[in-house]
Nanobody
Framework: QVQLVESGGGLVQAGGSLRLSCAAS????????RGWYRQAPGKQRELVAS???????NYADSVKGRFTISRDNAWNTVYLQMNSLKPEDTAVYYC??????????WGKGTLVTVSS
């Protein structure tokens, strides 16, 4: 089992920055991909950024050049640095860990609100 806890969300003005953190505990040795998803009101959950166990990063087109995913040396914590935030980035952001057998673990989410 893997437990994920997100933090760092909040209210920020357009153009501002936030850094989200996802702290993991439990059996993280079998995790293949770590990622951040978001879900805006009335919309489907979408992938924002991910990083594989080999360090390969992937970003949604809408956040390329503005968001950066990173992790600590022990792979226990995953971060999402969000710069140049836009009102359309407003959403609940979820941390996701995907295991090699495709089992998914989710955090409860952290709300990011960007005011115009």
């Amino acid at each position: 089992q893997v437990q994920l806890v997100e933090s760092g969300g909040g209210l920020v003005q357009a153009g501002g920055s936030l850094r989200l953190s996802c702290a993991a505990s439990g059996s993280i040795f079998s995790i293949k991909i770590r990622g951040w998803y978001r879900q805006a009101p009335g919309k489907q959950r979408e992938l924002v950024a991910s990083i594989t166990s080999a360090g390969r990063r992937n970003y949604a087109d809408s956040v390329k050049g503005r968001f950066t995913i990173s992790r600590d040396n022990a792979w226990n914590t995953v971060y999402l640095q969000m710069n140049s935030l836009k009102p359309e980035d407003t959403a609940v952001y979820y941390c996701n860990f995907n295991r090699y057998d495709d089992m998914n673990y989710w955090g409860k989410g952290t709300l990011v609100t960007v005011s115009s």
